[in-house]
């Protein structure tokens, strides 16, 4: 680039920072049709999903745990639109919601229909036909398959919890040893053909016996079996979704279901970047995330939850080397839950959080994220800010996640353009070019003024 920029090194050098940026890739991750093809594991080191055709597949969630009880067709469809449009890739739904303080296993759906007989899981509500303009043939589980069906029209892949238990276990009131396994097979049945679906076991609890585990062990065994014919995992693609302050890993990292690990914060996402470097760490490696954090707009927690907290959350996650699902409060039960409301959910679907979520992933997309892996030691010094380097080692990235200024090593980044330095700014994607100090091996940079956040560029990557 001609553009040029200068500060001084410790010699009173003139040390030249460009406009780094990185070229295009012509494959942008998550842009994923109807015809698509979608997520079936994980790539050969374990450290994020690929789609069927082997390519790397970019994990943009948002938590609607309510999908299938609380919006009708129609609105169902308003929301799908709108997370496709955004660039969402993932929408996490139960297809039960069991938590009783939003009604639980026995809540009707927007149609008035339950899941179960005498709410049992072994014994699924089901009626001939699926018109939905007869109410006596559209059941519950029509409309689940309907809304699945628009969410693949859509590009979006359905994380599908299959009971969401709940942080109380309200769940395990019906789920049980003596029924999981029906239940499972009873869902890998209805859904084999579907293939845009990721199975999300558990639902916001931790599974500290043996008899829940059991449960999970049977509800993974009965999807499988009913999926492949045997009990064959690698052809299914499962997680579990645990409470606040808790991964998967704890109960399930060796299970032979369990493709990747779920970390949950809730509350305490300041933890983000330790937690997914916990489970970065363990073996066999296995891709992890975060399946839940702090929602924006919600007044459950004593702090505010703004479009900086939701930026935050995200790079926090996939700078460590996992994956990122957003939450807002008002749209993940579609405004039922008025304890904890603050807008109509049709509105909080436009969010800032959300829009700035959109951002990230071109921002990401644009560099081939998945050539870039976790790497504090780029960092000089003790700070919030993470950092990603390219495996070439000719690029990284850095997250400054509030004011201040941010120092790197520069020995950490090789070739030809290792002083090139661009500011992003996450809100917008708007690259600027960097001045930094220079000091020793080290450079600095300051936040630019009237900026919360935002992304440090160094080197440049080749796609």
Not at 323 to 345: C, R
């Amino acid at each position: 680039m001609s553009d040029r920029v200068g500060t001084r090194d410790r010699h009173g050098n003139l040390w030249r920072c460009g406009l780094g940026v990185f070229l295009l890739a012509t494959f942008l991750v998550g842009t994923q049709s109807a015809s698509a093809s979608w997520p079936i594991g994980a790539d050969s080191t374990g450290r994020y999903l690929v789609d069927g055709d082997g390519k790397p597949f970019f994990w943009l969630g948002d938590t609607a745990w309510m999908l299938f009880q609380q919006p009708n067709r129609e609105d169902a469809e308003h929301y799908l639109a709108a997370r496709a449009r955004q660039g969402f890739t993932v929408i996490q739904a139960a297809a039960v919601m069991g938590e009783e303080r939003v009604a639980g296993t026995k809540r009707p759906n927007a149609y008035g229909d339950t899941a179960f007989l005498d709410h049992d899981p072994a014994r699924p509500r089901l009626t001939p036909g699926n018109n939905p303009n007869v109410p006596e043939e559209y059941d519950y589980w029509d409309h689940v398959d309907h809304v699945i069906d628009r969410a693949q029209a859509h590009g979006l892949v359905v994380g599908l919890l299959p009971l969401f238990v709940g942080w109380g276990g309200d769940g395990y009131k019906y789920l049980k040893t003596s029924n999981a396994y029906a239940y499972g097979k009873f869902l890998g049945e209805r859904y084999r053909t579907r293939p845009n679906i990721v199975w999300i076991l558990g639902g916001d609890n931790v599974a500290d016996t043996e008899e829940k585990r059991a449960i999970w062990n049977a509800v993974a065994k009965g999807i499988t079996e009913a999926v492949t014919g045997s009990e064959d995992y690698g052809r299914t693609l499962m997680t579990y979704h645990s409470p606040g302050g808790t991964s998967s890993s704890n109960w399930f990292h060796a299970a032979p279901w369990m493709d990747f690990n779920m970390i949950q914060t809730w509350a305490d996402y300041l933890s983000i970047p330790a937690r997914i470097a916990a489970d970065y760490k363990r073996t066999p490696p296995k891709p992890t995330g975060l399946g839940e954090g702090a929602y924006e707009n919600g007044n459950q927690y004593k702090f505010t939850v703004d479009a900086l907290a939701i930026r935050k959350q995200a790079y926090w996650s996939y700078l460590s080397g996992g994956y990122h699902t957003y939450g807002n409060t008002d749209v993940w039960n579609f405004s039922s839950y008025k304890a904890e409301a603050s807008q109509d959910w049709k509105l909080a679907l436009d969010s800032p959080g959300a829009e700035h979520l959109g951002v990230l992933k071109k921002v990401l997309g644009s560099m081939e994220w998945w050539k870039f892996v976790p790497d504090p030691s780029i960092l000089a010094g003790e700070s919030r800010n993470v950092a990603m380097g390219s495996t070439q080692g000719d690029a990284a990235l850095i997250y400054l996640s509030g004011l201040g200024n941010v120092s790197f090593r520069m020995d950490q980044i090789t070739g030809p353009h290792s002083r090139q330095a661009t500011w992003i700014d996450p809100r917008t994607g708007e690259r600027t070019q960097a001045v930094g100090i220079v000091h020793e091996m080290t450079a600095s940079f300051a936040l630019p003024s009237g900026w919360e956040d935002g992304l440090l560029l160094l080197g440049r990557s080749q796609p």
